[in-house]
């Protein structure tokens, strides 16, 4: 199994929404509903309806708010995330809001479970029935999932299909406790790994596998080990109305069950790093989320490229370009140099960085320079580069496009210049990135976005890299002197072209506060703009320190002579805009509708 291919194509079919799903009301019309279970074009388009309620994760702008509300980036389009920024988000205002998306898709997969054992199409084998089963309850512990990750402990309803839109006296549910929680995700994942496949056949790719189900557990168990729900003081004293604690207790144990849970997936030996076969490492980093059906991925999104690519390509482009998400100041200052070393080592008050001299990094003056990715075109040159770009590693240019950088389709050389009344920058437009970068992580070179090529995206929602991740903090937490550190970090380092960890810091090896520092800078740089960094600063509780206070780029305020030529005053680190986190914003708050139709629903801390 690799990728949602085959949900894109369900959603295409049925538009599903939250409420207005598939055979909605199809309880209140038995002879209906009966017949739906006799024939197996009607029972898979149910299972399909199960399916239809899986978040988008590579729409930055309209169905999620993990890039825009990260410290990884800055979206200047007018979303929710915009008050998430600023504090201003509130109970009555709960930005991209999911709570009764998600319990609709488990209400439709308990129906589907309860009917399915029934079914009397005589074209449905046992064993499609036993998996499709499996399949359905793997999408009801996920949605599960979904809801802790952004909630903390929220309610367990059983195998019931319970309508979330009925009255208010049905609806008086108290939150089970986040250990009940993971529990019972990981209890459901782990039957149903023992029924899916390893991989799933062609046409279906795109289904949960093996694979897919332990990874879930393993990122769960990875969360459920890290400070928000493992011993959080600021969670101790949330408890339901009859007294009942939500939040657990520290466990010291809970850093081997996340460790043993990511080698399990590890174990199963069917995936691989991808390298792309040039050995080139900015193409493999890139084939990561461009090389459809490569072997690192577990679980993925197969969808059309327009949401992601439109609002990462610069105005100077032409058609259609609405290029507004952009790393920001503090993650290009995240990526390491060519040497391995991390050039930033922290901040001074006014915002200024504290370089480490022994990394070669520079911050002043230009150089000629010839970017990596355009050594892949014919007719590549060298030109006047920031020093601050110069000998950065190789994912780096496969991630941050600056002013003056050639856009990277392959076929004609767009330069864009995000200064004031620059080609792409503001003054002429909204449509700008407020950092003075834009993302090209997923990319492709060979579409031409001016013609309409927007093509397909394989998004990574579960691939080997963030397991090796996973497993290397985990081990790194509870057993710090273990060999299995540095062979996965390495795999990770020498796929993208950087030297191994000991060469470059061997005073590292065995250190667990150090070492625990450059996993989470690896974290950073390798797992970028894949939906990780927004709930990584939460788990691992920093981001008091990384989303709160000012957010850097380049003087986009700096005006051009000359719409294609970027200024001089353009580079130098620039304030664009000041964001507000206090400890109320670590996990979501309940909306107030909630609250007034369910008394026994316990309100978050601090909201």
Not at 382 to 408: C, H, I
Not at 413 to 423: I, L, R, T
Request: net charge negative; with cysteine; glycine share 8%.
């Amino acid at each position: 199994m690799k990728f949602i291919n085959y949900i894109a194509l369900i959603c295409s079919v049925f538009m599903i929404s939250s409420c207005d799903s598939f055979l909605d009301k199809q309880e209140d019309e038995a002879l209906t509903f009966e017949k739906i279970w006799s024939k197996r074009s009607t029972v898979e388009k149910y299972l399909n309806n199960v399916w239809g309620f899986m978040p988008d994760e590579s729409n930055w702008v309209d169905e999620n708010p993990w890039i825009g509300a990260s410290d990884e980036a800055s979206a200047t389009f007018n979303r929710g995330y915009r008050y998430m920024n600023f504090g201003t988000w509130s109970p009555s205002n709960v930005p991209y809001d999911r709570w009764s998306k998600f319990y609709s898709g488990i209400r439709e997969a308990n129906v589907f479970m309860q009917n399915i054992d029934a079914t009397t199409a005589e074209d449905i084998s046992e064993q499609e029935r036993i998996q499709w089963k499996a399949e359905a309850r793997y999408a009801r512990a996920y949605y599960y999932f979904l809801l802790l990750r952004s909630y903390g402990p929220i309610m367990l309803v059983g195998d019931e299909p319970i309508d979330f839109n009925q009255n208010v006296a049905s609806l008086s549910f108290m939150r089970n406790t986040y250990q009940e929680c993971a529990d019972y995700i990981t209890k459901e994942m782990t039957e149903c790994a023992a029924v899916l496949p390893l991989e799933q056949d062609a046409i279906y790719w795109g289904k949960p596998t093996k694979g897919a189900a332990l990874s879930v557990i393993a990122r769960l168990k990875l969360y459920s080990a890290r400070p928000l729900f493992n011993g959080c003081e600021l969670y101790a004293g949330i408890a339901n109305p009859d007294g009942t604690k939500l939040f657990p207790t520290y466990d010291k144990n809970r850093w081997k069950e996340a460790a043993e849970a990511n080698k399990r997936v590890i174990d199963l030996g069917i995936y691989e790093l991808y390298e792309d076969e040039s050995g080139n490492p900015i193409k493999s980093y890139l084939g990561v989320g461009l090389k459809t059906w490569n072997k690192e991925i577990i679980m993925a999104r197969w969808t059309g490229g327009y949401y992601n690519r439109v609002h990462c390509t610069p105005r100077v482009v032409g058609g259609t370009a609405y290029g507004g998400i952009g790393p920001t100041q503090q993650q290009v200052d995240a990526y390491a140099m060519a040497n391995g070393r991390y050039p930033i080592k922290g901040y001074r008050n006014d915002g200024t960085p504290i370089i480490d001299e022994t990394s070669g990094y520079k911050e002043d003056g230009f150089s000629n320079f010839e970017h990596p990715y355009d050594q892949l075109k014919d007719g590549h040159k060298q030109k006047s580069t920031f020093n601050m770009y110069v000998g950065r590693e190789p994912r780096f240019y496969a991630t941050v496009l600056w002013s003056g950088a050639d856009w990277p389709y392959m076929a004609g050389a767009k330069v864009p210049v995000f200064a004031f009344n620059g080609n792409s920058g503001p003054g002429v437009s909204h449509d700008y990135p407020k950092s003075g970068y834009i993302c090209r992580r997923f990319i492709d070179g060979s579409l031409n976005s001016n013609g309409g090529q927007w093509g397909n995206l394989t998004f990574p929602i579960f691939r080997l890299a963030e397991i090796y991740l996973n497993y290397v903090e985990a081990l790194n937490e509870f057993d710090p002197t273990n060999s299995d550190i540095l062979l996965y970090l390495n795999k990770i380092r020498s796929r993208a072209g950087v030297p191994n960890i000991e060469e470059v810091y061997p005073e590292a090896v065995n250190n667990q506060s150090l070492m625990r520092e450059l996993i989470r800078k690896e974290r950073r740089i390798e797992l970028a703009f894949e939906s990780h960094r927004y709930f990584d600063t939460r788990t691992w509780m920093i981001a008091e320190q990384t989303d709160n206070g000012p957010m850097f780029g380049m003087n986009t305020m700096a005006p051009v002579a000359n719409a294609n030529t970027t200024p001089a005053a353009f580079w130098q680190r620039t304030e664009f805009e000041v964001r507000v986190f206090e400890p109320k914003h670590y996990l979501y708050p309940f909306s107030q509708r909630e609250l007034d139709r369910n008394k026994q629903l316990t309100q978050n801390f601090g909201w």
